[in-house]
């Protein structure tokens, strides 16, 4: 297999690496200490950085003032952010911003698109359910209410997205609870997947102070701001609900994807920290890097990079290319996010293993980047639920 970068890709990840360099990854306090959350707001000052440098609207079109690429792009890009643990919802502002732009209506294309391309407004997508481990759509039901005589309109057309609507317009009704919202309380428009009573999913863009929608807060590993997202009857125009079959799991298997990204960044960053570290200590008179037991240990860690790398490029051009595989596409965004989950895990653990006490000072980076490792494990499923689901595709389309 051939992944090989095009030149715009290999552009969009150098243009990266230039907006992070001054990106320091202990910018905020250790959430080792911090009681709470490490700050009240995403690196806005990054963001501007990024919309400068037209990275925030690579998968756009250029109608909506993008550079037109693809998931793998974004993964490269994804990947330089990892490394430096940038505090940013590009991975969800983005995801949203392809899906809207894919499956969504004109008008809601035209309100919130180029906008956000622009950096000048936040999305972000609850797609981790209730508990993490099952689908996110069954966390949320969504009805359809069609005023009596209408016809309603097409899933995604027909009202703006600032969220308001009159009395007997073509609406939908959402209840349940989404867990674990990254950025909710940033931004202004959160994306909710949605199991309608035809068992169909739909994808609702709910404006920030929706009526209905009550945001609790929940603190992650890495000490960021995440939500509990609790909607009570909430009403929402159809102008704002995505209908289109495949939708939604379309938007996942990008989000997972980006995770699978973000992983291999932050790991090839730990990987270096360990191995500028085990150059230098020294025991017995000798570098810690010149025994065989560090020196084995190191190298399965590298392995495990390079099968989160491939598996990772492999989901990320699938999803590019829409080209046909033995199994779906969702068959190698689930091998990728099982490498991920279980690689970026067993990296930081030798790291933190190899630095001995050292890596458990708050005053070295190393522990927010396991902080960070563990978010990312767990984020859009464990390991445990990509392994379910391959188990189910296996069993839908029989190899050989």
């Not at 963001?47 to 490269?76: N, T, Y």
């Not at 609790?216 to 704002?240: F, H, K, V, Y």
């Not at 994807?257 to 191995?275: D, I, K």
């Amino acid at each position: 297999m051939d992944f090989t970068f095009t030149e715009e890709q290999r552009a969009a990840a150098e243009a990266a690496r230039g907006v992070l360099a001054g990106v320091a990854p202990d910018v905020v306090p250790s959430p080792a200490i911090t009681r709470g959350a490490v700050a009240d707001d995403f690196d806005r000052s990054l963001w501007a950085g990024l919309a400068s440098a037209d990275l925030l609207s690579l998968l756009l079109d250029e109608e909506f003032g993008g550079s037109g690429l693809d998931a793998i792009a974004l993964s490269l890009v994804l990947r330089e952010s990892a490394k430096v643990l940038a505090r940013v919802p590009l991975l969800e502002s983005s995801a949203a911003m392809a899906a809207i732009q894919a499956y969504g209506g004109p008008e809601l294309r035209s309100s919130l698109l180029a906008r956000a391309g622009r950096g000048e407004i936040v999305l972000t997508v609850a797609a981790n359910g209730r508990t993490g481990h099952d689908p996110a759509e069954l966390a949320v039901t969504a009805r359809r209410n069609i005023p009596t005589g209408g016809t309603g309109t097409a899933g995604g057309e027909g009202h703006g997205a600032d969220g308001t609507h009159g009395p007997g317009e073509d609406e939908w009704v959402l209840d349940g609870v989404q867990t674990m919202v990254p950025w909710a309380y940033d931004a202004d428009h959160v994306v909710v997947p949605a199991r309608t009573g035809e068992d169909r999913s739909v994808l609702a863009v709910l404006p920030r102070g929706h009526e209905g929608v009550v945001l609790a807060e929940q603190i992650s590993t890495t000490g960021e701001r995440l939500a509990e997202l609790r909607l009570d009857s909430a009403r929402i125009p159809a102008g704002n609900v995505i209908t289109a079959d495949g939708a939604w799991e379309w938007l996942h298997a990008l989000l997972t994807t980006g995770a699978c990204a973000q992983a291999l960044g932050l790991g090839e960053r730990v990987l270096e920290m360990t191995s500028e570290y085990a150059g230098k200590r020294e025991q017995f008179g000798h570098p810690i890097a010149t025994f065989q037991a560090v020196a084995v240990q190191a190298a399965d860690r590298y392995i495990d990079l390079r099968a989160m790398e491939v598996t990772l490029w492999q989901a990320a051009w699938r999803i590019a290319s829409g080209a046909p595989g033995p199994l779906p596409a969702s068959g190698d965004v689930a091998v990728a996010k099982i490498w991920a989950s279980e690689g970026v895990r067993r990296v930081v653990q030798t790291a933190q293993h190899l630095h001995g006490g050292f890596g458990a000072d708050v005053d070295y980076p190393l522990h927010r980047y396991h902080a960070w490792a563990k978010y990312l494990e767990l984020s859009l499923g464990p390991a445990a639920a990509h392994e379910e689901a391959l188990g189910d595709l296996l069993a839908a389309h029989p190899l050989g």
